[in-house]
């Protein structure tokens, strides 16, 4: 990882103290490969987890119970796209175009959160996701809001505001279903029981097991490890879902008086990647959708790109 090019071990040595001094890399500034490498990674990853969590909730749009609910979750939708947006154009940044991104994307090589792979069966799906998913996005967000590099730090500021909406909504929703009929009781109940595990997946892999976290922790990427934002989630989450007089699917829960710790169970980390190696309930589902989408807005890029063409020739204003 490390150049033994004697310059490149200055540039090095100047790159980890401006990171330690708490200053932002930007686009043009000399950076170690290795950090252009996993922002690409981690960015467009993010991008593309935006991008496809548009469509378990998307597929809602037109059976809202009401009004309202259908506005509230248009607006969701499309934040989504647009988080999507920032995303992609903070890793162009960094050299790779928005048309390879989206070939790696749509060729099935391209990872996004596994959490998306899973199939929304009821309306009360939508509250969950909007508590338990964007909740869990935050907190690993709002940690990345403080990331290393600029342009991805500045991109998660308004990203989690428009989270904070998101997970607001969804919470209302469960709230009022909480409270509801013993019909509406047992639809969150059982939203809850299918989110709650890959909500947890969300976070990564086991510090001890993450093959990314060193360097990104040591180039201040994250400032706080997988576990660590895992735990402060789960510890956040247990008592409001107990309060609401709903439970969490896990029999190994239990609160540990001399950490303040809420311990959980072991993660299905053999169903986390069997649902990222493409083999999860929607994968190709959602692979289907993107490409449909991509075909579908060939005329789009076809326009632009016609008066970009034009624009250039002088041809147009
Ligand atoms: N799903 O070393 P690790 C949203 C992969 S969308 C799939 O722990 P890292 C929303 C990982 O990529 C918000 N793959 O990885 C949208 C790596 O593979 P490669 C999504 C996962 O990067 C619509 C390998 O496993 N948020 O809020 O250190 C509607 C080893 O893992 C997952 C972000 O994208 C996963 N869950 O840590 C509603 C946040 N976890 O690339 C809501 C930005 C791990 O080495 N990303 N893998 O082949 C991150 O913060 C980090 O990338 C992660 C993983 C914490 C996710």
Redesign the pocket.
């Given at each position: 990882m490390e150049s033994r090019n004697p310059t490149d071990a200055t540039q090095l040595q100047e790159f980890e103290a401006r990171i330690a001094r708490g200053e932002k890399i930007e686009p043009g500034d000399w950076m170690p490969d290795e950090y252009r490498r996993q922002l690409i990674?981690?960015i467009s990853?993010?991008a593309h987890?935006?991008v496809v969590?548009?469509l378990p909730?998307g597929a809602w749009i037109t059976r809202a119970p009401n009004l309202r609910r259908k506005l509230v979750l248009l607006a969701k939708v499309q934040d989504?796209a647009g988080?999507g947006q920032y995303l992609y154009h903070a890793a162009e940044t960094l050299g790779i175009s928005r048309e390879e991104m989206l070939a790696l994307l749509l060729s099935g090589k391209a990872?996004?959160?596994?959490?998306?792979n899973y199939p929304t069966l009821t309306w009360a799906d939508n509250g969950v996701?909007g508590w338990l998913?964007?909740g869990a996005?935050i907190k690993?967000?709002t940690m990345?809001a403080h990331a290393s590099y600029g342009p991805y730090s500045r991109a998660m500021v308004r990203i989690c505001a428009e989270?904070g909406f998101?997970m607001k909504q969804g919470k209302e929703m469960v709230i009022m279903y909480a409270q509801g009929t013993p019909g509406q009781q047992a639809m969150v109940q059982d939203a809850i029981n299918r989110w709650w595990w890959p909500a947890l997946?969300?976070?990564?892999?086991p510090d001890d097991t993450?093959?990314?976290?060193e360097v990104?922790m040591r180039w201040g990427i994250?400032t706080k490890s997988?576990d660590t934002l895992r735990q402060e989630f789960v510890n956040e989450m247990v008592p409001e879902i107990h309060a609401l007089g709903l439970t969490v699917p896990d029999p190994d829960l239990r609160y540990d008086e001399a950490s303040g710790n809420w311990r959980y169970g072991a993660i299905d980390w053999d169903e986390?990647w069997q649902v990222?190696r493409g083999n999860g309930p929607c994968n190709a589902e959602r692979l289907a959708a993107r490409r449909q989408a991509h075909e579908d807005g060939a005329w789009v890029r076809e326009a632009v790109a016609a008066y970009a063409d034009k624009r250039a020739a002088g041809l147009v204003v």
């Open positions: 990674r981690m990853q993010h987890s935006e969590g548009m909730e989504e988080h990872k996004y959160a596994s959490v998306f996701i998913v964007d996005a690993n967000q990345l989270e998101h997946m969300m976070f990564g892999l993450s093959p990314n976290s990104l994250k997988n986390f990222v």
